[in-house]
């Protein structure tokens, strides 16, 4: 049976009315327009049985509030709904008749006053948008129970308009929360090609996009599209990489959109769905199971209204025999025709009863949107109540209202603003500065109970109002539930990257579609900060897998590597040499060669030479503060002591030999001359030594400038000053000592020293000139190899140029250590 959009399908007259307006009709006809005759009036068909139990529960709360002694007291109700048809046209059509009272107002006046005070409805948000250009200019408030769109929170364009159902702006984040919490960063969208789906979607690509979440496409679909286009979206979706899809859709374009899945066989896919369909009961079929079980989406809290059942198995026909929409529900529900139309069809008894059918009309079970519906009535009834100040008689024995007549619409809305009641059922209704009350979702998920059914199972909850942390609540409890979110499908662009590699996005794709490149050195990346690489601290590097941080490597030459043994063994080994050569001149210390050299000095030379060698093994070692200082202050003060005693030695010669005086006045004048030098020259590289300990000493320093990988211990020289002083002064006592060596090389003796400590000089001086360049540019550890070597090298050059000769005579020639060879034949 047909209907139209322009004579109310229910009415009951009332001191006050309120409009209604409802998809109870899901088709509508689309009228030929010549522009020649009249246009045809709109037929809406195929009853929405799920649309006309809101217009019931419309009719219920009317009659609660009219047997209500508390609530518009000696005020009836009255009410005029309309089909909307779930379409613009139609609407615009049915806000016409709710405000004039009539089917077309062919006068040239409009009347003054509207028909209704206050409108319920409509079901869609394309819908009430077409009604509210037309009733807002007129102020009457509409109060929607369905119409979701956030784009109805504009108070400057729709400032009459209310609602009972939050606004898709704070449910698009709640599926984009929903969506990130399941690790989903690859989706496919659809959604309705209208106000609806498309201000719904563009909020959640938004919010998905704050999220990490990335879109791999995003389809619209209109229920008056051609096959061909609904099923090109099919194909997308079917062809698409996402395995989840988020669907914004109302129910009719998800009728269509699902009956063209089950033609092309899209299965496999995990259904977010928003609160238009995700919990429609006439899609939680056998049909559809193999398609949507699994599906999850955010829809409002249910509840129980008392008596609605019981309200809604009481609607028959005979309470109105001359209504058409009676008669259509009580054919559509039963399958039969009240009158005989002689085509076969079964014949209605009269004795068919509601209590036996099991539709979206007489399922009360997810009274969800109806309660919307019946907050929204109670909402207009306490806004008039207020206005009309009920109750503020006191002399009056029964509380009643003033002024029944001439409400003006303005005055409704601002009472509807300021409402704040509660209902039976304990649920606060109110509403913020843009008409949109709290917004509280339920998460469902669709699980097969033991009979095989689908059922909606609450699994979560989203509190717009509470703290960003806790707005988003899943359960974890349900069995069923935790046991399917192991079988979640995984729904990525790009597998996530291994720790120790970060990601690369891919020239001209989402963000989330990247590869994967492992991360440089002393980078890392870990669970906690999957695709990142983050440097590690300064004394930190990262491991072979780059996944974490360890202490890095500390370099210093140890005794225990290769090289610190090789340097400990020769520097052993020198000062062994030299303990052996000061026994071999204290053995023959009487013998005119022991003599002839300067016993005192040469044991003393021999001793200094001992500690050169020794000194270098400080510098062999995990550096410490007091090690830092030793090993510098003892090379210095050492090497100090042995230049002057060889610059003694050399200076005791060149006297002798150039002296005027007597000569058994110069062994006098030598001895004190040879201590005096030798303490001076010494006694002034400590000093050096204290000042440079007491204004800035060595320390022990991490340095990592020379490698990044590792931590290089080294001694910092505290003032660079202080070092080249000391080995400043070294160099000065080694030229000076060459230049007097060299003066004395002629000296007329068989046995002339000064040519081999000329020597010695100069493979001294060769070291160290070479010692800097080396020392400045070697990195590390070698930095103090290069100094070990240098010590060892100008320690032995000394030992065996001044040494070697003597040693040799001694051991191997004895009949060259005498006076006479000595002295020479010129003597």
């Known amino acids: 049976m047909l209907g139209s959009p322009e004579f109310p399908l229910l009415s009951k007259e009332g001191d006050v009315t309120i409009g209604g307006a ?18 045809e009036s709109l037929i809406c068909s195929r009853i929405h049985f799920r649309e006309f139990r809101f217009a019931q529960t419309m009719i219920f709360a009317i009659q609660e509030i009219n047997n209500s002694s508390s609530l518009l007291p000696n005020i009836s109700i009255g009410y005029k709904i309309f089909d909307s048809c779930g379409s613009a046209l139609p609407s615009m059509r049915a806000v016409m008749g709710l405000m004039n009272g009539q089917q077309r107002t062919l006068g040239k006046t409009c009347s003054r006053q509207s028909f209704v005070h206050a409108i ?103 229920r008056t599209d051609p096959s061909w286009q609904v099923a090109r979206v099919v194909r997308v979706i079917h062809s698409g990489s996402a395995r989840v899809l988020v669907a914004f859709l109302a129910q009719s374009e998800m009728t269509i959109l699902l009956e063209e899945a089950l033609k092309q066989n899209v299965t496999g896919l995990q259904w977010v769905g928003s609160e238009s369909w995700i919990t429609a009961g006439h899609l939680a079929v056998e049909r559809y199971s193999a398609i949507l079980t699994g599906s999850l989406g955010f829809t409002i809290r249910k509840t129980k209204i008392t008596g609605l059942r019981e309200f809604l198995l009481k609607v028959n026909p005979s309470q109105n025999p001359h209504n058409n929409l009676l008669r259509e529900f009580w054919e559509a529900t039963f399958g039969c025709s009240i009158q005989s139309n002689g085509h076969g069809q079964t014949q209605c008894t009269g004795t068919e009863r509601l209590e036996e059918i099991n539709n979206p009309f007489t399922d009360v079970t997810e009274l969800r949107i109806s309660n919307n519906v019946y907050k929204a009535v109670y909402a207009a009834a306490h806004a008039m109540h207020d206005m009309l100040k009920c109750g503020e008689n006191d002399e009056a024995l029964n509380q009643s209202c003033n002024r029944k007549d001439n ?72 069995t069923t539930w935790a046991a399917e979110s192991q079988k979640r499908p995984q729904s990525v662009c790009s597998e996530r990257c291994l720790p120790g590699f970060r990601q690369v996005v891919m020239k001209g794709k989402p963000v989330c579609c990247f590869s994967c490149v492992a991360c440089a050195a002393g980078e890392i990346s870990n669970s906690s900060n999957p695709g990142e690489c983050s440097r590690c601290p300064l004394e930190y590097w990262s491991n ?18 290769t090289m610190g043994t090789l340097l400990t063994v020769f520097s052993l ?48 070692g995990r550096p410490t503060e007091w090690s830092c200082m030793l090993r510098h202050t003892a090379f210095g003060i050492t ?22 005086s007597p ?79 060299f003066l004395a090389r002629k000296v007329p003796d068989n046995f002339n020293e000064a040519k081999f400590i000329t020597f010695s000089m100069l493979i001294f001086c060769a070291v160290w000139v070479t010692f800097i360049p080396a020392y400045v540019s070697s990195p590390g550890k070698f930095t103090v190899a290069v100094e070990i070597f240098a010590i060892l090298a100008s320690s032995f050059g000394l030992l065996f140029c001044i040494f070697a000769p003597k040693c040799y005579i001694l051991l191997l020639k004895p009949e060259r250590n005498t006076k006479k060879h000595m002295m020479g034949r010129h003597q």
């Not at 005192?600 to 050169?612: G, I, N, Q, R, W």
């Open 120 to 222: 319920i409805g409509a079901s869609e948000s394309s819908s009430t948008i077409a009604m509210l250009h037309i009733s807002g200019i007129f102020q009457i408030p509409v109060i929607s129970h369905f119409a979701t769109c956030a784009c109805l929170s504009n108070r400057k364009e729709y400032p009459s308009f209310f609602r009972t159902i939050p606004s898709d702006y704070y449910q698009s984040r709640a599926l984009a929360k929903l969506v990130k919490h399941f690790g989903w960063t690859w989706v496919g969208a659809v959604r309705s090609d209208n106000d609806y789906g498309n201000d719904g979607m563009e909020t959640f690509i938004a919010a998905a996009s704050q999220e990490g979440i990335c879109v791999e496409y995003s389809e619209a679909i209109s």
């Open 407 to 478: 409400l003006q619409m303005n005055q409704v809305v601002k009472h509807l603003q300021l409402v704040n009641f509660t209902l039976p059922s304990g649920e606060r209704v109110n509403f913020d500065g843009n008409g949109d009350p709290a917004a509280t979702y339920e998460l469902v998920n669709w699980q097969r109970n033991r009979a095989g059914e689908t059922v909606f199972v609450a699994v979560g909850s989203y509190e717009a109002s509470l703290p960003k942390g806790k707005q988003f609540i899943v359960n974890e409890i349900n």
């Open 544 to 561: 072979e897998a780059h996944s974490q941080c360890v202490p890095k490597v500390i370099e210093f030459l140890s005794f225990g590597e």
């Open 639 to 660: 090497f100090a002591l042995c230049i002057s005693c060889i610059l003694a030695k050399t200076l005791v010669v060149v006297i002798a030999f150039k002296a005027k």
């Open 663 to 741: 000569v058994n006045a110069v062994p006098q004048c030598s001895a004190s001359l040879q201590r005096t030098s030798v303490l001076s020259c010494t006694l002034l590289q400590v000093l050096v030594c204290v000042l440079w300990l007491f204004l800035a000493s060595p320390f022990p320093y991490k340095n990592s400038a020379y490698a990044t990988e590792r931590i290089i211990l080294e001694c910092n020289l505290g003032s660079p000053i202080g070092f080249w002083a000391v080995l400043g002064y070294i160099g000065i006592l080694a030229v000076l000592c060459f230049i007097l060596a």
């Open 22 to 39: 409802f998809s109870i009709h899901s088709q509508v006809s689309k009228p030929s327009l010549s522009f020649t005759n009249a246009p």
């Open 573 to 620: 080994f020198g000062a062994s040499l030299t303990l052996v050569v000061a026994c071999v001149f204290f053995r023959f210390h009487r013998t005119p060669l022991v003599k002839a050299s300067n016993s005192e000095l040469s044991f003393l030379l021999l001793f200094s030479l001992t500690l050169c060698f020794l000194c270098s093994l400080t510098f062999i």
